[in-house]
């Protein structure tokens, strides 16, 4: 059986589709007022983002503590280039201070019922998801900051010693991958979930041994945070997050001699999401090649930091056109201008950044 493009790529914010976003909020006792005030506020200035359709405010009528946010945009980049900006994080603050927690959700609109939608007047450029896509249920996230210039040793050290927290979450999580890297004075860290995202990351920060961890690093953080409070951690974690992007699988299973790698892509300012799409467009275009060295390749970015994670079959300079997406000169000459150094792209072992550990979930009996 043939596996199709579209059935490879399980994950994509660049196929122009509607995105409708879910944020699942349970506030603190007696702040529902306080709450409502701060987003009326808001909502004037969410209305003018570009790329923003509509947004709904919602209390449950069961339990005045629960609230929801829905909102529609254009498509995935416009809003991630809002929910990943400074402004936003300012933004949202008096509502998370009013928040017991927080769950977004993103999906993308495949299709659309009802006289209203039929009435409703869309964007030119909005449109509809074309096919579902498919995967193993696995979903991809990382997060990424940096240190002080100097403490590289000690922070690599401190990242690849501790024990690994345990995988099964519960009944539908399971954390199955964890690999972190580093390029200079910066740190990513990226994981792999089966089930809920949210409830794998807080499950992972209980942890006695990840707590320990965090903690020992904190002295070598370029910017400080205290986890010992809320609302620091919070917005720490919120501006350290490297969304996923993009990802495409090669369909067989895979065997011992493929190798992860990651790649870290400075971009050039105000071309990270032109360079992340770029990226995704060389691997599409490398899954029709069933020989092809890269097996699979996740594209994570945030702002103009791009990071890419390969699985690689055989060694990584064996097909290093292929691995990192330079073959020809029309890409070259495309990459020069998405990139502040021209040129430099074409060094590959200035840009693949240093495991410091990969570690995968025991596999289930």
């Not at 501790?162 to 099964?168: C, E, F, G, L």
């Not at 390969?310 to 691995?323: F, H, K, Q």
């Amino acid at each position: 059986m043939t596996t199709t493009l579209s059935e490879r790529v399980s994950q994509s914010a660049f196929d122009g589709s509607m995105l409708r976003v879910v944020l699942l909020m349970d506030l603190h006792e007696g702040t529902q007022q306080q709450f409502f005030e701060a987003y009326e506020k808001l909502r004037n200035d969410i209305a003018s983002v570009p790329g923003h359709i509509s947004d709904q405010l919602c209390q449950s009528f069961e339990n005045p503590s629960q609230w929801l946010i829905t909102s529609e945009w254009e498509s995935a980049p416009q809003y991630l280039a809002w929910v990943n900006s400074e402004h936003h994080a300012e933004q949202v603050r008096p509502l998370g201070a009013c928040a017991r927690s927080m769950r977004p959700l993103k999906f993308t609109v495949l299709r659309e019922t009802g006289r209203g939608y039929d009435q409703a007047s869309r964007p030119s450029t909005a449109r509809l998801q074309a096919t579902p896509r498919l995967g193993a249920g696995i979903v991809r996230h990382a997060l990424t900051f940096t240190v002080k210039p100097g403490s590289e040793e000690n922070v690599a050290a401190i990242l690849s010693s501790y024990a690994s927290p345990a995988a099964r979450v519960d009944d539908h999580t399971r954390l199955c991958r964890t690999s972190l890297f580093m390029h200079g004075n910066r740190v990513v860290r990226t994981v792999e979930v089966q089930g809920d995202l949210m409830a794998a990351l807080r499950h992972v920060s209980e942890q006695p041994e990840v707590r320990a961890v965090e903690e020992a690093i904190n002295p070598y953080l370029e910017k400080d945070r205290d986890l010992g409070d809320p609302e620091s951690a919070r917005m720490f974690f919120m501006r350290a997050a490297l969304p996923a992007v993009h990802h495409i699988a090669a369909p067989e299973t895979e065997t011992g001699e493929v190798e992860r790698h990651a790649v870290f892509y400075p971009a050039k300012a105000g071309c990270g999401q032109a360079l992340a799409e770029f990226l995704a467009r060389q691997d599409e275009e490398a899954a029709q090649r069933p020989d092809g060295p890269v097996r699979s390749s996740s594209i994570f970015q945030r702002d103009d930091i791009v990071v890419r994670l390969i699985d690689v079959r055989g060694p990584l300079d064996a097909e290093p056109d292929a691995v990192f997406g330079i073959a020809g000169p029309h890409r070259t000459q495309v990459l020069d201008q998405l990139v502040p150094t021209p040129g430099e792209h074409l060094r590959p072992e200035r840009h693949t950044m240093s495991l410091i550990t990969d570690r995968r979930a025991p596999a289930e009996s």
